[in-house]
């Protein structure tokens, strides 16, 4: 008995998955039980079938790992409907399971695997091909072990629920929340990865940054729900003229940036920036609907900058694009008085 609690707890204490924990215990029920084999099956009643999880086996019988049977034929649903977890006479008690048969399996006692909430995970299980009558102290076992499995397995699930809801919360935080664009912190991010990249690859970045001009009036004029409504499709047409290392982000409440990768000869760079700057332009004029109403738009303010990775940071290289943009807007707005 000692060295089977040494065990037990050595397996416990040790196993950090529910393989780790199960192969040990399915040793040690089959040594307690003297049956052939010992197995932990899995319950997906939804597609009617149960499978074989881990399985131990010894002398003749083989339980093979993986295989899958209907649930409506396996033993374990007949001990569990009939509250008989033990017989030594399969083939009489349930000569009509054709999965018994095929297995050849003539003593078998099992018990559920249960969750914490009483849900039915699958099975723990031990089987012979001979009549034998195992001791009372296989039944305790089996619970014991059935126990222990149910608990890693809940633990399991928490773990992986805490690390997709960390996860979760972690996009959260970089995700800006109406139009599902990266945001402000997402961006800096990224601009610094792809400053990194540029200094490797000797080549340039190009920063667009976009502001919607008279995006105050038109919030006035259809109201802010609508307001966001524009938003959400800018956000959407910048997205689809993305190139493959583009970025586009949120950044405010009407503004946004675009990044992308250009070349690493100068001359050539700023060409690229300007071919870049007047893709994202376009990306934000024509008609948008905005509820019953259609608003032609005449384009964004779009400041373009040309940026050497080993001069700036991201913060640095923000402020080039912000005030590219400013310069841009101004100038605009001469045309417009200009032309008015």
């Known amino acids: 008995?000692?060295?089977?609690?040494?065990?037990?707890?050595?397996?416990?204490?040790?196993?950090?998955?529910?393989?780790?924990?199960?192969?040990?215990?399915?040793?040690?029920?089959?040594?307690?039980?003297?049956?052939?084999?010992?197995?932990?099956?899995?319950?997906?009643?939804?597609?009617?079938?149960?499978?074989?999880?881990?399985?131990?086996?010894?002398?003749?019988?083989?339980?093979?790992?993986?295989?899958?049977?209907?649930?409506?034929?396996?033993?374990?649903?007949?001990?569990?409907?009939?509250?008989?977890?033990?017989?030594?006479?399969?083939?009489?008690?349930?000569?009509?399971?054709?999965?018994?048969?095929?297995?050849?399996?003539?003593?078998?006692?099992?018990?559920?695997?249960?969750?914490?909430?009483?849900?039915?995970?699958?099975?723990?299980?031990?089987?012979?091909?001979?009549?034998?009558?195992?001791?009372?102290?296989?039944?305790?076992?089996?619970?014991?072990?059935?126990?222990?499995?149910?608990?890693?397995?809940?633990?399991?699930?928490?773990?992986?629920?805490?690390?997709?809801?960390?996860?979760?919360l972690a996009q959260q935080a970089r995700t800006d929340s109406l139009t599902g664009l990266p945001n402000r912190r997402a961006l800096l991010s990224e601009l610094t990865r792809m400053l990194a990249h540029c200094k490797r690859a000797g080549s340039h970045l190009l920063v667009a940054y976009i502001d919607l001009d008279g995006f105050k009036a038109i919030n006035d004029t259809y109201g802010h729900e609508l307001g966001d409504t524009f938003l959400i499709e800018i956000a959407a047409r910048l997205k689809a003229g993305l190139r493959g290392e583009d970025l586009a982000a949120r950044i405010g409440g009407d503004e946004f940036v675009v990044v992308g990768l250009g070349p690493s000869e100068a001359a050539e760079a700023e060409r690229a920036g300007e071919q870049f700057a007047v893709r994202i332009s376009d990306a934000t004029k024509g008609h948008f609907a905005l509820g019953s109403d259609t608003l032609d738009y005449l384009g964004a303010s779009v400041g373009l900058a040309v940026v050497a990775s080993s001069a700036v940071y991201a913060e640095k290289a923000l402020s080039l694009a912000d005030t590219a943009m400013y310069e841009r807007k101004r100038l605009r707005r001469m045309l417009v008085a200009e032309q008015g």
Not at 1 to 18: H, I, Q
Not at 31 to 45: F, H, N, Q, W
Not at 77 to 88: H, N, V, Y
């Open 1 to 168: 008995m000692d060295d089977f609690l040494d065990r037990l707890v050595a397996s416990v204490t040790s196993a950090r998955t529910l393989e780790e924990l199960t192969r040990p215990l399915l040793e040690m029920l089959q040594t307690i039980s003297g049956l052939d084999s010992a197995y932990l099956t899995v319950i997906d009643l939804d597609r009617d079938e149960q499978r074989i999880l881990f399985s131990h086996n010894t002398h003749t019988m083989n339980i093979p790992e993986g295989l899958a049977v209907s649930w409506g034929d396996t033993l374990c649903k007949r001990a569990l409907d009939e509250g008989q977890p033990f017989t030594s006479n399969v083939s009489k008690c349930w000569g009509d399971s054709e999965a018994a048969k095929a297995l050849g399996i003539e003593t078998y006692v099992s018990t559920p695997v249960r969750l914490g909430d009483e849900s039915l995970f699958g099975t723990l299980c031990a089987a012979s091909t001979q009549s034998r009558l195992p001791s009372a102290e296989v039944e305790r076992v089996l619970v014991l072990f059935s126990t222990l499995i149910g608990q890693h397995i809940e633990r399991e699930q928490l773990l992986r629920q805490l690390v997709l809801a960390t996860e979760q």
